[in-house]
């Protein structure tokens, strides 16, 4: 039986995704505490009383990975009454797509980058949350251009299929893919090729700044561009 009379608790969670080693990868904290010690969770805590969940995200994520100057976006609310073995928790989770070399992740024993697809067993309804990020992802992909997210600034259009293989799980076909990106608002087709000496030099691409509507997601090709 369930208490009616008691409130619940609100909680951030951060899901943030990059790409190391041709792989998806997702980074993970190790709970210090019960309930769950010594399990690997996504970076969360309870949101204070003077903060948004805004600023409860970028707080948390900050004490607890040392990442900051990452761009959010809220993902989606988890809220079964069973997910909290000890009370009832309300999770509100927050989601980057971020480039590895930009995120400056000091790993340690409690603090790393695992891939997606072969996870260490994680604390909580966090396997869910996870799964679901890339879920949202991969449906993203058909709509706003979340793969630039994980590129350099100046790109080849192999580079990028191999973002978007990756992301999918799954090969695309060369020709098909490349008519579809070309397409893309916000392409800059570059007059700049790779200087690769043993293979034929490729075109190099670069992406602007580009908002999504009311998804207020933000793209662009090189954070620190002013």
């Known amino acids: 039986m369930f208490n009616e009379t008691k409130t ?19 980074l993970l904290i190790k709970r210090l505490k019960e309930p769950f010690i010594d399990k690997w969770a996504i970076p969360g805590g309870y949101v204070r009383m003077s903060e948004t969940l805004e600023q409860a995200a970028v707080r948390i994520l900050k004490e607890k990975t040392n990442v900051d100057n990452v761009y959010l976006e809220q993902l989606y609310t988890f809220g079964d009454p069973l997910r909290h073995p000890d009370s009832r928790v309300i999770t509100c989770v927050y989601f980057a797509l971020v480039r590895y070399q930009d995120v400056k992740v000091m790993e340690s024993d409690n603090v ?12 909580f309804d966090h396997k869910e949350i996870v799964d679901y990020a890339r879920t949202r992802t991969r449906l993203s992909l058909r709509t706003c251009p979340v793969a630039y997210q994980l590129l350099k600034e100046k790109f080849t259009l192999t580079e990028m299929q191999k973002v978007y293989e990756i992301i999918m799980g799954k090969q695309l076909d060369k020709r098909n893919f490349r008519k579809k990106v070309l397409g893309t608002e916000g392409l800059i087709e570059l007059d700049e090729f790779t200087k690769a000496s043993s293979k034929r030099p490729a075109r190099l691409y670069q992406y602007k700044q580009l908002y999504t509507g009311d998804l207020k997601s933000f793209f662009i090709a090189n954070k620190e561009e002013k």
């Not at 619940?8 to 997702?26: F, G, P, S």
């Open 8 to 26: 619940h608790e609100i909680t951030v969670d951060t899901v943030i995704l990059t790409i190391k080693n041709n792989a998806l990868q997702v």
């Open 112 to 123: 790393s980058w695992y891939p997606i697809d072969d996870l260490p067993s994680l604390a």
